[in-house]
């Protein structure tokens, strides 16, 4: 078995623009003008609101991630925008990303959106968690934000996502694989073609023309070490998928047993009574935001 041409096809397939699913015009708008780093509030609203439906999303989708927030200030984009700050803009806006390409039909039956969508707002929500626990009891140096955190989270296993869009024979395979053999779906991607799944998520950025920061963070997710300056990020979202798997949030349906992520759980690990506690706190905000985002009514 060639691991490496048979990962070469897909990363090719990743890197060209037709092939992977367009971008929503005004949100791939909103995310680039944050990485500008000169927009205006003004500037934000004004791309917001050309969008009638978006206006819609990102209010609703602004009260869940705060929750608790009554201002009256969400009667409007631009209140929504001072109150919640621009890397939490760029953070529902890649939120809304995630939404527009789930909603759309994939061509295999064995990818279950609703399972992904769970999975990924779940380890979105751990991630930014971890970032911030870790921050306040042993500050570190960052160029990313709790918000930021949540995003990358968010996006981390949307290459295997994509696969079902992009290469429905090959999400087949690595499906009808990790089945049979009980592993989670990262490992059997891994297993057959010899790479890490992040790996084709940081083509598909690049593609995109996401942030360049998005590229060399899930380049190097599997590999946190390489990237000293952002390990300690890479190690929160890396041990909050494993603690995802823990809370049921699989994109499996069927029982795995994920290999323990030692170094990320020695940086960055909490013990089982917080995560008992976490669990019950967390739940019910991934489901309001599951239901807000991905829902079929939404």
Known sequence: MDHRQDYERLDLLFRRATSLPVLPTTTAELIKAIDKGDATASEL???????????????RIAAVRLPGQTSPAYSSI??????????????????????????????????????????????????????????????????????????????????????????????????RFAERAKCTLGSAFRQIYGKPHELLCASAARTWGLAEEFHKAFSHIHEPWAYEEEYTVLTCVAYADYLAHRM????????????????????????????????????????????ALFSKAA
């Open 248 to 291: 049921g949030a699989t994109m499996e349906s069927w029982e795995t047993d994920p290999e323990r992520p030692v170094e990320a759980e020695a940086e960055v690990g909490i013990p089982d009574e917080e995560f008992e506690i976490l669990q019950s706190v967390l739940a019910p905000q991934v489901d309001e935001l599951v239901g």
């Open 45 to 59: 609203e004004r791309i917001i609101q050309a969008d009638p439906g978006l206006t819609a999303e990102f209010l």
């Open 78 to 175: 631009r209140g929504a925008i001072m109150v919640i700050g621009f890397k939490a803009v760029k953070s529902l806006a890649t939120s809304l990303m995630v939404r527009h390409l789930l909603k759309k039909s994939p061509l295999v039956e064995e990818f279950d959106a609703e399972r992904f969508a769970r999975h990924s707002t779940t380890v979105a929500f751990l991630s930014r968690y971890l970032y911030s626990r870790r921050q306040k009891s042993e500050p570190f140096d960052s160029q990313w934000s709790a918000d930021e955190v949540f995003a990358l989270g968010l996006l981390s296993s949307l290459g295997l996502a994509l696969l079902a869009f992009v290469a429905p024979p090959d999400y087949f395979r690595i499906h």
